[in-house]
Nanobody, 115 residues
Framework: QVQLVESGGGLVQAGGSQRLSCAASRSIFSFSSVGWYRQAPGKQREWVATFTGGGRTNYADSVKGRFTISGDGAKTTVYLQMNSLKPEDTAVYYC?????????WGQGTPVTVSS
């Protein structure tokens, strides 16, 4: 069974940085893509960033230039480096892995950005 475990969330001041980690139970390159989504209170879950097996990355316009998604050398962890955080980045952040069977989700890690 595929497991994705996020960590690294917490409270940070606006303008600060935070790094989220997503530990996968198998190689991240075994997925067609691995990504991060977020869900703010009272809002729908939204896509944030994606990392594909070919090394391509894509970002939502709202985070482009501030967030960076990357994989580790051991190929089992995906990171989301978040810089210049804004209060509107406050949300629960979820790791997603996708393959031909469907989507896998972690339990989420909350990030709160104080103004």
């Amino acid at each position: 069974q595929v497991q994705l475990v996020e960590s690294g969330g917490g409270l940070v001041q606006a303008g600060g940085s935070q790094r989220l980690s997503c530990a996968a139970s198998r190689s991240i390159f075994s997925f067609s893509s691995v990504g991060w989504y977020r869900q703010a209170p009272g809002k729908q879950r939204e896509w944030v960033a994606t990392f594909t097996g070919g090394g391509r990355t894509n970002y939502a316009d709202s985070v482009k230039g501030r967030f960076t998604i990357s994989g580790d050398g051991a190929k089992t962890t995906v990171y989301l480096q978040m810089n210049s955080l804004k209060p509107e980045d406050t949300a629960v952040y979820y790791c997603n892995g996708r393959d031909y069977r469907g989507d896998y989700w972690g339990q989420g890690t909350p990030v709160t950005v104080s103004s």
